[in-house]
């Protein structure tokens, strides 16, 4: 008896797509599957998956269609989308929302799930990356006019002003050298990383603005802090990147609840909710919280970035959702 194709989807469809969650066959992630003489042949789209997860799944496929009744073999065949370098803008309305420490560890949370990961430092004024990082000190090299990029111990490779720039040297450069900056560092040699993660400046000033004309994100993610103030600044923002035609990826909310090292009690004392409130109000998602945590704050100090920690829960889940957006076909 040879199994119907109806069969064998809802048979891959009790294995989850790592990423959405979705069956394999619901998702997209698996083709409509053929069967020939009892072989069954499954085209997987395996684009954002690491080895580990690749093989996990051809597993699990194994395991759940081998079952059926007719099924002799199961040949899986895994395709993966080549796509050019993509750009994801990280920014906010203002400063001191958290922007930095979610770029640093969404670049090493994304890792984690497949993709290859460069890190760009477009605060050309104050570069916080080689801190958060773990890279204070070192240098890029060039070749054939083309910065290297600095490693890290996270497998981001990475470039900032700041390891460009002399510590602690003050940068009062005017629009066209920070944009001849900013290119130098966008245009480096990336080797296989696939993806950029770029941290902006607060605002909607020069360096957005070049980098909008001259280096187009394929998507933007807005950070805000839950206060109404923090919330009216990342409007703008919003605005900025709706009206150069950028997709909004999703807004996130920094410093949303303070847990008392000492009691345990949650306080707001930025508030609580408001970034997901604006984010219905404008009608673009939400994309999660991190907490206002001094663990994040002393690891981030100390070059260790929580992400690093594959156990990590709080970035590895806006992560997955931002990896969930990448991975959709293009419109």
Known sequence: MTPSTA???????????????????????????????????????V???????????????????????????????MTSEKRG???????????????????????IALTHLGFKVGLVDADIHGPSQPRIMGTEGLRPTATEKRLDPVPTSFGVPMLSMGHLAKPGQAIAWRGPMVGSALGQIIDADWGDADLLIVDLPPGTGDIQLNMIQKHKPAGALIVSTPQDLAL??????????NTANVPIIGLVENM???????????????????????????????????????????????????????????????????????????V
């Open 47 to 77: 684009t954002g998956l690491s080895g580990d997860a690749r093989a996990t799944l051809e597993a699990a496929i194994n395991a759940a269609v081998s079952t059926l009744e007719g099924v002799e073999a199961v040949r899986v065949a």
């Open 85 to 107: 370098r993509r750009i994801i803008a990280i920014g906010s309305g203002k400063g001191g929302v958290g922007k930095s420490t979610l770029s640093a560890n969404l670049a």
């Open 7 to 45: 069969d064998l989807t809802t048979a891959l469809d009790t294995v989850r797509d790592p990423i959405s969650g979705q069956g394999l066959a619901e998702s997209g992630r698996a083709a409509p599957p053929r069967v020939s003489d009892g072989v069954v042949s499954i085209v997987l789209d």
């Open 232 to 241: 009216m600044d990342a409007a703008r923002a919003v605005d900025l990147f």
């Open 256 to 330: 949303a609840g303070y847990a008392c090292p000492h009691c345990g009690e949650i306080s707001d004392p930025f508030g609580k909710g408001g970034a997901e409130a604006a984010a219905g109000t404008m009608n673009i998602p939400f994309l999660g919280r991190i907490p206002l945590d001094i663990a994040i704050r002393r690891a981030s100090d100390a070059g260790m970035p929580p992400a690093a920690d594959r156990d990590d829960a709080i970035f590895s889940a806006i992560a997955s959702r931002l990896a969930e957006w990448l991975n959709k076909p293009p």
